[in-house]
């Protein structure tokens, strides 16, 4: 193996511009690991949060450092000989950053656990756009809200990376979905399995939504107060889950004051989880849209775009051929 790699490094806080392609140490594989050759990885608001001081910076022990958590690519070293994923194989998955070094890089070090074989009717682009928002959607919707048949939710930026896969989590499952979005993502949504979707420029979700028993948040209180406004079309005891680190930071008092159930979420790097994924990407049950790709060389503007709020799914860095 080479000793160094390419990456997109990042040596001190601040705008896009602070990410600078260079070279640094291509990362060792330890214990149970597996070293991945990465052909693709997405661009996450946790990146942009992180990468200008925000989000998990303060947990960077090292400067510079290579930040992305999802990964697309092709294994270079398996954790032993006979494990059933080899070199060669085909893989995806997410990492923690800053724990482990980041995806915006030709290699990356993953434990085992985390790591599970691309669905083979996904490109290395579709799959890369995957882990971390379809995680996060499947444990919101699914484990924590347990979507089923009739349950009302409304989804709030249904049309984002997280929230184009909750909204299909939750209508596979049986839930009523309710998505809120720019009119014009209003027919894909409904596409994906949305019963309606409300126009947030045009609307106050409050005023149409009509009574919920979930609430699935990926704004909090950034944008015009749309956590605290959630509350109030949540039934007695009903449950809103809140994902975006720091949006919101009076939710549980408002929550507990509103007569509803609270909780943030964390998502978690589970290969178990991921593989169930799989199956419902590779049957077509569950679709990853990727609405722009850029080269690593790119990867300043791939954070201008995920910071500009108007993705439609997901964003994709292409790292190399595969």
């Known amino acids: 193996m080479q000793k160094t790699m390419r990456a997109a490094l990042l040596a001190r806080p601040g705008d896009?511009?602070?990410?600078?392609?260079?070279?640094t140490a291509t990362p060792d594989r330890v214990n149970a690991e597996f070293l991945v050759k990465v052909v693709a990885a997405s661009v996450n608001p946790i990146d942009a949060k992180t990468r200008a001081g925000r989000g998990v910076f303060g947990a960077i022990r090292d400067l510079p450092a290579v930040l992305g958590h999802d990964f697309s690519g092709v294994v270079v070293e398996s954790p032993y000989r006979a494990h059933p994923i080899k070199p060669g194989d085909e893989v995806f998955g997410m990492v923690m950053v800053p724990r482990f070094g980041g995806t915006y890089a030709e290699y990356v070090s993953?434990?085992?656990?985390?790591?599970?074989?691309?669905?083979?009717?996904?490109?290395?682009?579709?799959?890369?756009?995957?882990?971390?928002?379809?995680l996060t959607a499947w444990g919101m919707v699914v484990e924590v809200a347990k979507a089923h048949e009739g349950q009302r939710m409304l989804i709030h930026a249904g049309s984002g990376g997280v929230g184009h896969f909750a909204v299909q989590f939750a209508s596979y499952f049986g839930a009523q979905v309710t998505a809120t979005a720019s009119g014009a993502n209003a027919s894909w949504l409904r596409s994906l399995g949305a019963s309606s979707v409300i126009d947030y420029e045009?609307?106050?979700?409050?005023?149409?939504?009509?009574?919920?028993?979930?609430?699935?948040?990926?704004?909090?209180n950034v944008h015009d107060d749309t956590?605290?406004?959630?509350?109030?079309?949540?039934?007695?005891?009903?449950?809103?889950?809140?994902?975006?680190?720091?949006?919101?930071?009076?939710?549980?008092?408002?929550?507990?004051?509103a007569g509803v159930r609270g909780t943030d979420y964390k998502v978690a790097p589970d290969g178990n989880t991921l593989a169930v994924i799989a199956r419902l990407l590779e049957s077509g049950n569950v679709r990853v849209h990727v609405d722009k790709i850029f080269a690593l060389d790119q990867i300043a503007d791939a954070h201008r775009a995920i910071e500009s709020g108007h993705t439609r799914g997901k964003i994709v860095v292409k790292v190399a051929e595969g």
């Open 227 to 257: 956590g605290s406004r959630s509350l109030a079309v949540l039934r007695r005891g009903g449950l809103i889950v809140n994902a975006p680190t720091g949006s919101w930071p009076t939710f549980e008092e408002e929550a507990a004051a």
């Open 110 to 134: 993953v434990p085992s656990l985390s790591v599970v074989r691309k669905p083979s009717t996904l490109s290395h682009i579709e799959a890369a756009g995957a882990p971390l928002a379809a």
């Open 202 to 220: 045009t609307t106050r979700f409050e005023d149409v939504a009509g009574e919920m028993d979930v609430v699935i948040d990926l704004v909090g």
């Open 16 to 23: 896009a511009d602070e990410l600078r392609i260079g070279e």
